[in-house]
């Protein structure tokens, strides 16, 4: 079992900078997927980056070259970086980890990027 735990959200002004951070209660070192997804009010959710154990990662288009997802297994840590933030990348951010044929998810992260 993986016990999830997000942090790093907040207000932020349009352009600015966040990093996000997902605390993971096991070792994420053969954790073969980890992911972070967001849900906007009245949107489903959606992935918005994703890293394999091999260092392949995914984003979504609509965060290319503005967000990277990186991992640091020694500190069972998944992080999202994310700059030039927009009032459309408002929403709640969710870690994910595909873990032995398992789906778990953090409680989230709200992240409101506002004037």
């Known amino acids: 079992q993986v016990q999830l735990v997000e942090s790093g959200g907040g207000l932020v002004q349009p352009g600015g900078t966040l990093r996000l951070s997902c605390a993971a209660s096991?070792?994420?070192?053969?954790?073969?997927?980890m992911a972070w997804y967001r849900q906007a009010p009245g949107k489903e959710r959606e992935m918005v980056a994703g890293?394999?154990?091999?260092?392949?990662?995914s984003y979504a288009d609509s965060v290319k070259g503005r967000f990277t997802i990186s991992r640091d297994n020694a500190k069972n840590t998944v992080y999202l970086q994310m700059n030039s933030l927009k009032p459309e990348d408002t929403a709640a951010y969710y870690c994910?980890?595909?873990?032995?044929?398992?789906?778990?998810w953090g409680k989230g992260t709200l992240v409101t990027v506002s004037p």
């Open positions: 890293l394999s154990t091999i260092g392949r990662t």
């Open positions: 096991r070792s994420i070192f053969n954790i073969y997927f």
């Open positions: 994910n980890a595909f873990y032995n044929g398992v789906t778990y």
